[in-house]
T-cell receptor
Framework: KAGVTQTPRYLIKTRGQQVTLSCSPISGHRSVSWYQQTPGQGLQFLFE???????NKGNFPGRFSGRQFSNSRSEMNVSTLELGDSALYLC?????????????FGEGSRLTVL | GQNIDQPTEMTATEGAIVQINCTYQ??????LFWYQQHAGEAPTFLSYNVLDGLEEKGRFSSFLSRSKGYSYLLLKELQMKDSASYLC???????????FGRGTSLIVHP
């Protein structure tokens, strides 16, 4: 079956702009989680959506937001970009909310903020 | 919050055995996970431990001691393709969302 698909794979933005990233989970998976990965901080949890509702949220400012559609596809948005937002943004899906621990990750969207 | 500690980097020889340790401090433990991430690729699931003991899966084994806040990932018969980052992650506090450590970069040399 098809894996988790993230678009775009690479993008460059400037400070102050906003960006929207997309994630299509594995068919049948209802939970989508987003993570930010940087060399210094590792993988940090942003938020999780399940059945179109945000169920869990990490410690990121309100500039980071997301949503999930009825087909389980998810988007995350970062507004007023800062240099420190440069990172790999990973999306992960699971069947029912990661209670088995097995998250299926996409290849990620690498964001560079200039 | 959670503190998850694992070594930054390890090196080992092809064919050898390597043990990657992970210690954590948390409340309301819900499980510990290990993921493998090759450079430029997505993390992939290796193991999930929620009870104490050793879980074996082929060349990879994962151990958990909840009382000690300690886990290790054991890789046997190392192959060059095992060169990757190994991420320890812990779920706790009523959530099953794992919090990840910074990862251990394993370099396997001939």
């Amino acid at each position: 079956k098809a894996g988790v698909t993230q678009t775009p794979r690479y993008l460059i933005k400037t400070r102050g702009q906003q960006v929207t990233l997309s994630c299509s989970p594995i068919s049948g998976h209802r939970s989508v989680s987003w993570y930010q990965q940087t060399p210094g901080q590792g993988l940090q949890f942003l938020f999780e959506y399940f059945s179109e509702t945000q169920r869990n949220k990490g410690n990121f400012p309100g500039r980071f937001s997301g949503r999930q559609f009825s087909n389980s596809r998810s988007e995350m948005n970062v507004s007023t970009l800062e240099l420190g937002d440069s990172a790999l943004y990973l999306c992960a899906s699971s069947l029912s909310g990661v209670n088995t621990g097995e998250l299926f990750f996409g290849e990620g969207s690498r964001l560079t903020v200039l | 919050g959670q503190n998850i500690d694992q070594p930054t980097e390890m090196t080992a020889t092809e064919g050898a055995i390597v043990q990657i340790n992970c210690t954590y401090q948390t409340s309301g433990f819900n499980g510990l996970f290990w993921y493998q991430q090759h450079a430029g690729e997505a993390p992939t699931f290796l193991s999930y431990n929620v009870l104490d003991g050793l879980e074996e899966k082929g060349r990879f084994s994962s151990f958990l001691s909840r009382s000690k806040g300690y886990s290790y990932l054991l890789l046997k018969e190392l192959q060059m393709k095992d060169s990757a980052s190994y991420l320890c992650a812990v779920a706790s506090g009523g959530s099953y969302i794992p919090t990840f450590g910074r990862g251990t970069s394993l370099i396997v040399h001939p």
